[in-house]
C-alpha cells in the first residue's frame, strides 16, 4: 500500500473511531455531564488545535528525524535484543509505553510540571475533547523525554508512528464517557486503560487522581501499586478543587495556566 492511501485509511479509521465514540456517549452515557457539552467540547477542541499546530511545528520534526537517526545507527537497548523482528517492535511499543507511565508520574508529583499538566485535569467532565484538552506547554516539554526514549530504547520511525497511533486510539478511548457493561470493563481493564478506570485518575480527589497513570496497558499501575478499579463506581466528581467555576475553565485561563503566578480562585 502507497503512503498516501495508507494516510487516508488512517485518517478514515480516525473519523470514524472518534465518530462511534461521539455516538456511544450520546446512546450510552457513563457520567452525568456538568457542563454544557458544545461548548466544552470547542473549548477543548480548540486547545487541541494550539497543541496540535506546536507538535506539528517542533515536536513532530525533531523526534521523526531522531528516529531515523536511531534507526540508522542500531541506538538503543531494542536493537541489542535477540528477538525477531515483530516481537523486537513490540518490546519497543511496550517499553515506550513503560516510560510514558513514568512521565505522566512526574506530572502529577513534581509541582512545575504539574502546572503543565494542571489544564488537562482542570476539565470539570470527561469525554472524548478532554483527549484533545492537553496544553502545548505539556507537550513541548515532553520533547526531550520523547528524544531519551527514543535513544535508550532503540525506537525507528514506523514504531514510532505505530505507538502515535495505538496511544492516541487508546487515549481517545479511555478519556470518553462511554458506559460499557461493568462485566466487559472489568475483563478488558485487566489489560488495557478503560473510561471508568481514568475516570478515577480524574477525580477531584487528590488519592483518586493519583493513581491509574497508565496511557495503554494497565500492567505498570499494577506492578507499581497504583491501579485503582473501583468498577463498582459509576459517578466520580471530575476536575480539580480550584478549578469548579465557569470564570476559571474558559479558553484563556486554560491556555494561560501554566503562566499563572496568582491563585486561580
Ligand atoms: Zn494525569
Redesign the pocket.
Known sequence: MNRPTHGWLGAALLMGGIGALLWLERTRPLRTPSEPRVRRMARNAAVGVVTAAAVSAIERPIVTRLSVLAAARAWGIVPRLSLPGPLRALAALALMDYTLYWW?VL??RVPMMWRL?EP??ADRDLDVSTALRFHFAEFLASVPWRCAQIVLIGVGPRTLSLWQKLTFAEVLFHHSNVRLPRSLEAKLSRYVVTPRMHGI?HSVARDERDSNFSSALTLWDTLHGTARVDMHRDEVTIGLPDFRADVVVTLRKTLTLPFHTEKKK
Do not use: C, F, V
Open positions: 505522566h506530572l502529577h499538566h488537562h485535569h485518575h
